[in-house]
């Protein structure tokens, strides 16, 4: 049994399908048809609802916290102690939202499809801002929405009304009723929901977790669910077991000691951004062009990582900072360095019943130079065609330590050992640039598809080293992440 808050109003869903989607749920289950189904694959936000949760700071004061998702791409068992608000739970007392009103003010919305899912980006993100201070904020909460027939500039327009006009609304009035009712049915045990032969078991403890996937090996571990969940919704494959990992505490925390950061597998991109754009900024550069808002407030390291594609985005600079991961199966544990980790197209080290606890990552030091790039055909949520990240120790002119990894240059994200070679040692000069940008042909033969050629994928790659290269010989050049298909 799950139970959640629909609005303000307790469900306790006992026998839903675990593969039913939150879409799905509202639509065809609750006949509620406000959120709309565009792609059904997380491209076009059309299916936008609203996410809250209980938050408590540092002092231990609980607030909540809104997060847009697609509820395309969630399963309804990921609900579980959570608040959904979908469109419909706006208007109040015949009275339109503000942000509603804001698009009818601003006329955002036209076929009126896309307009739901605006209305609910727009309403996270008036829950998540004291105000618009630039547009770079309303640009990322909305690009993950598309819309093909007003041209933005009006929804933009009403970004910034309802952002920045009076705003309190019922949500703010009954939050202290809302987070009294969130905190009655917190989870104190694992859950499951159950329907025929499918089952999601939903654990809070690594412990826990573990013993379930040592006795479930067959299980599709949850986490995000931004790739898991195509595989229904796509490809028409059911999931019969799955083990959310959404719900494990201990998964899900950030801690900073001197010489590391470890990230737990379960932490969302979006709560892992600030720490490593802090860290290394080209990270946290790249993580605001992974996906949408949407993806990465859903999205995690741990899942990012777990699908093992060849064009996943942090995979390559993991590699290039030399990050670990903290494997776990039953009561064991061991520690991996990421890079082997990818053994083959979606091959690898992970044992049966084995997971990914956390991700350790090196903290930056002064001699060391970061830097990553990303090659797509837009600049928002698309993914690579090449992704390239570099980590240099140059001293006193010579290439002391390199670490060259790439993403969309062979079946796995992996290091570029033959370009590593012909920096190690050498001169960081043009010369060197240029032997170490013929090695990367040894390193990899890569493949065409409608991404990129493999030609267009090689001199890319060349060319994000030159580019890198350039930069440490121009530092107030700073064009670094973005670069185009
Ligand atoms: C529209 C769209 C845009 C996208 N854009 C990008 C992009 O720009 N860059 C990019 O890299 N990716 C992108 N993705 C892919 C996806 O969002 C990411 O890979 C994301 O990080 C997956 O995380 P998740 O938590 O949703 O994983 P899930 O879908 O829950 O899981 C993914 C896989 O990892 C496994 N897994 C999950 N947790 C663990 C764990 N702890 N241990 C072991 N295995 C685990 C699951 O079993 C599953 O096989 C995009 C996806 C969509 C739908
Ligand atoms: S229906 Fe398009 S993102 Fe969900
Ligand atoms: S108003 Fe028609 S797609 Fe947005």
């Known amino acids: 049994m799950i139970q959640f808050l629909l609005n303000q109003t307790l469900r306790c869903e006992h026998a839903l399908d675990p593969n039913m989607t939150v879409l799905e749920y509202l639509r065809e289950h609750l006949h509620k048809p406000g959120t709309k189904e565009g792609c059904a694959s997380g491209d076009c936000g059309a299916c936008t609802v609203v996410v809250g949760e209980l938050h408590s700071d540092d002092t231990g004061t609980r607030s909540l916290r809104y997060r847009s998702i697609n509820s395309c791409l969630t399963f309804v068992s ?27 003010d601003c006329h955002g919305s036209q076929c009126g499809f896309c307009t739901p899912g605006f209305v609910m980006s727009l309403f996270a993100l008036q829950k998540n801002s004291t105000g618009l201070h630039d547009g770079h904020q309303a640009h990322e909460a909305l690009a993950g929405n598309l819309c093909r027939c007003t041209g933005y500039r009006p929804i933009l327009a009403a970004a910034e009304q309802a952002c920045n006009a009076e705003r309190g609304d019922q949500f703010d009035a009954q939050q202290s009723q809302t987070i009294a009712q969130l905190e009655a049915i917190a989870p104190t045990q694992t859950a499951e929901l159950n329907s025929g032969d499918k089952r999601c078991l939903l654990p809070l403890t690594i412990s826990d977790l573990a013993q379930l996937y040592e006795s479930h090996p067959q299980a599709r571990l949850l986490a995000g669910g931004t790739d898991l969940a195509l595989e229904v919704t796509q490809f028409h494959r059911p999931l019969p077991v799955m083990i959310y990992v959404g719900n494990v505490a201990e998964m899900k925390l950030i801690e900073r000691f001197e010489d590391r950061l470890e990230i737990g597998a379960a932490v969302s991109l979006t709560d892992a951004y600030s720490t490593l754009k802090a860290e290394y900024p080209d990270f946290g550069e790249l993580l605001q062009r992974f996906a949408s808002l949407q993806i990465r407030n859903q999205g995690t390291l741990g899942g990012n990582i777990g699908n093992a594609s060849p064009i996943g985005d942090t995979p390559p ?64 949520d698309d993914i690579s065609a090449v992704c390239a990240a570099f980590n240099l120790h140059i001293d006193n002119g010579l290439v002391v330590e390199a670490r060259v990894a790439y993403g969309g240059m062979a079946a796995i994200s992996k290091r570029a050992k033959a370009c590593e070679d012909a920096l190690l040692g050498a001169p960081w000069n043009p010369s060197t640039l240029e ?37 440490q010989q121009t530092p107030h050049l700073e064009t670094r992440v973005t670069a185009y298909v």
């Not at 706006?90 to 509603?100: A, D, E, F, N, Y």
């Not at 990367?440 to 890319?460: I, V």
């Open 435 to 471: 032997r170490a940008c013929a090695a990367l042909a040894e390193d990899f033969t890569p493949l065409s598809d409608f991404r990129a050629s493999k030609e267009y994928r090689l001199l890319s790659a060349q060319n994000l080293l030159r580019k890198f290269f350039i930069e």
């Open 317 to 380: 600079l993991l590699i290039a900072l030399g990050a670990q991961l903290v494997l776990c199966k039953g009561e064991a544990r061991r520690t991996l360095a990421i890079e082997d980790y990818f053994i083959d197209y979606r091959v690898t080290a992970r044992q049966e019943g084995e997971f990914i606890e956390k991700i350790v990552i090196p903290r930056a030091s002064q001699s060391h130079t970061f830097r990553a790039y990303k090659v797509s055909k837009r600049l928002d």
């Open 78 to 104: 990921t609900l579980h102690g959570k608040q959904l608000i979908s469109v419909e739970d706006l208007k109040h007392q015949g009275q339109l939202h503000s942000v509603q009103r804001a698009m009818v």
